[in-house]
Structures are given as structure tokens and as C-alpha cells.
């Protein structure tokens, strides 16, 4: 269902640019899609490569749903612009999948000519120096942390901000449709009340047919 992540598209200046999208995206809603195309216009990406996280490690201990069906609304959910492409890179890998070899694995399928930015929610980028050869990852990639309206920017701890500062590495991009979360549509699904408007319908039929979010 992927198409194929190498795919080239036509650069409007002399640096290529490269936005890669990562979520659990249990679902993917209109706030994931507006954040990759404020992000997209924002820093002049040649596409949005959305990768459906596989088995992050700091989600071990809670349920999330099964990685096809995260993937396959992810795949419905961005078919519709030209620009996003939907990666299964991560659902396939063995074990516990880390930000590190995703980057890894794209650099080395575009190789340097590319510049990556890794877009995701701030919160997840806050933590980024936890994760799996941070300062590895910190020199393969930029960040583009996506805030919800209401975000405390006072909310940046020292070392993000040393990144950010020194490096220039990481961005935040303030997205009022991130109003929008997974959390709330699971509840509302579960609880019974609509979920129409919040994300694509291909993903609401998705949602219905396969019978998700009525008991977790
Ligand atoms: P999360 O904790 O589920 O989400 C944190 C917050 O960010 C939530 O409010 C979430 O909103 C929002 N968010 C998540 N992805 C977003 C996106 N692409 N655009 C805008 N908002 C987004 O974070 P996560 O989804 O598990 O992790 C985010 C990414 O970081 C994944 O690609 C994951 O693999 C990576 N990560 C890597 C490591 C590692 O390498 N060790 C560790 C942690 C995370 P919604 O709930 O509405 O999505």
C-alpha cells in the first residue's frame, strides 16, 4: 500500500528538503495533516513522508492499536495530497522501533543531498535527548516540534533550548487544528459521541467497519 519512499519530486530551490512525520497516529486526525502542511509550506519540503510508529519503547507498558490498522488509516488519510506519502519502514521492523533508525534508514535512501526535518508534537520533541543515540540523531536531522494553541513555550527545558539556540535545530510551529487529539477522538468513539469533522471520513469508515475504539 506504501508509495515508494524514494519517489523524487522536483525541488524549488538549490537545497532539497525532506519532512519526516512521525506518530502513532492511533488515529491520524486533521491536526496531524494541517501540522505536515503548515510544515511543509513553512519550510519549503519537498514532501511529507508520514511513518507510522511500530513499537516505540516508551509506549511498552499501554495499549495501542495494531500497527496495519495505523498504518492503513495513515495510508487512507494522505492519499489525497500529492505531497504526503505514507512509509511502513517502521511497522516492519523487528523489536522496538527507535526515531534513530528511521532517520538512518531515509538518509541512506536520499542520501546527503537532503536535508531531513523530523516533524512531530513538542512533547514527544522534548524528550528527544532520552531517546535512542540522541546526539547522533541531533546531527542527522532538524526537528519541528507541532504545539497545540496554549502551548507554554516556558515549557522548553535547558537542553532543548541549547539545541534550538546553538544548533538552530529544532522549530516550533504553532498548530490550532492540534486542538484536535487521538485521545479524545478514542474516548469519543467509546463513549458514542461523533467524531465527523475531526478527521478524514475514509479514516471514520475505517474506524466503524473494523469495529475500533468501542472498549479500550
Ligand atoms: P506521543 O507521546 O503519542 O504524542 C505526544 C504528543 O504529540 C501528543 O499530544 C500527540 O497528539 C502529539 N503528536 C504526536 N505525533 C504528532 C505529529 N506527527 N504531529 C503533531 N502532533 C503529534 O508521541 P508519539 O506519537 O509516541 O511519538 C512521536 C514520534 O516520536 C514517533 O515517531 C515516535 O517513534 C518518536 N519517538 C521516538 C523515540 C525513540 O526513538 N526512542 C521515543 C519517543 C518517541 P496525538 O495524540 O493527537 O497524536
Known amino acids: 500500500m506504501d508509495t515508494k519512499d524514494n519517489e523524487n519530486l522536483g525541488s524549488k530551490d538549490g537545497i532539497r528538503r525532506l519532512g519526516i512525520m512521525g506518530g502513532t497516529f492511533d488515529p491520524i486526525h486533521y491536526g496531524h495533516l494541517v501540522t505536515a502542511e503548515v510544515a511543509r509550506h513553512k519550510y519549503n519540503l ?13 509506549k511498552k507498558d499501554k495499549y495501542v492499536t495494531d500497527a496495519i490498522h495505523r498504518h492503513y488509516m495513515t495510508v487512507l488519510a494522505t492519499i489525497t495530497n500529492r505531497y504526503f506519502q505514507a512509509s511502513s519502514v517502521e511497522i516492519n521492523r523487528k523489536g522496538c522501533t527507535h526515531t534513530i533508525d528511521t532517520i538512518k534508514y531515509f538518509r541512506k ?9 523530523f516533524i512531530t508534537g513538542a512533547d514527544a520533541v522534548m524528550e528527544i535527548l532520552a531517546w ?21 513555550i516556558s515549557a ?10 546553538n544548533y538552530g535545530k529544532v522549530h516550533f510551529v504553532e498548530v490550532p487544528s492540534l486542538a484536535i487529539s487521538s485521545t479524545d477522538i478514542r474516548n469519543r468513539v467509546r463513549t458514542g459521541q461523533p467524531i465527523k469533522y475531526l478527521l478524514p471520513e475514509s479514516v471514520e469508515s475505517y474506524i ?7 472498549e479500550k
Request: charged share 30%; hydrophobic share 35%; with cysteine.
Open 46 to 58: 519537498e514532501k511529507v513522508i508520514f511513518v507510522t510508529a511500530g513499537n516505540p519503547p516508551h
Open 109 to 117: 535512501l536520499y542520501g546527503n543531498k537532503y536535508k531531513l526535518y
Open 132 to 152: 535512542k543515540d540522541a546526539e547522533e540523531l541531533v546531527k542527522l536531522c532538524d526537528f519541528i516540534a507541532a504545539t497545540r494553541p496554549g502551548y507554554h
Open 156 to 165: 522548553i527545558n535547558d537542553a532543548i533550548e541549547n539545541i534550538r539556540d
Open 208 to 214: 466503524r467497519k473494523f469495529d475500533l475504539y468501542t
